[in-house]
């Protein structure tokens, strides 16, 4: 469990600064993979902050997978929705040729929400592969 913290804790600060950079730079700096479907972007948001959540997640859960912890979630939860609230408001003010959009906002909720999701998900799938042993 401890490697497991470790690379958590090591991880998600990483993965906040990689998605704060990428957000925050002109869009001319970044190749755009809008070619593939309209409004992918928002795709990115969900993975983004998807990762964001789980990350951090187990960054406050000390890499503990046996165990939902309300308080880690709740902490990762409030960390992901004001992270990206913030990025979104910084787009809006700043002028790098990028604006804050809510539905960018929606999406970085969605990926949130669901990395929450997730989480619940791995907790049963573990308990139920202890049981089983």
Known sequence: ???????????????????AVLSLIPPSDIPSPGFLFPH?????????????FILWYYAWNKGDISVVSKRSVLLSLLMALLFGTVVE????????????????????TAGAICGFFTVILINAVYKGLKRKN
């Open 1 to 19: 469990m401890e490697v497991r913290k470790n690379i958590a804790v090591l991880l998600a600060p990483l993965w906040a600064l990689t998605v």
């Open 89 to 108: 408001v910084l787009q809006y003010v700043m002028n790098i040729g990028r604006s804050g959009d809510v539905r960018d906002a929606l999406a970085n």
């Open 40 to 52: 992918i972007d928002k795709v990115v948001h969900f993975v983004f902050y998807y990762v964001f």
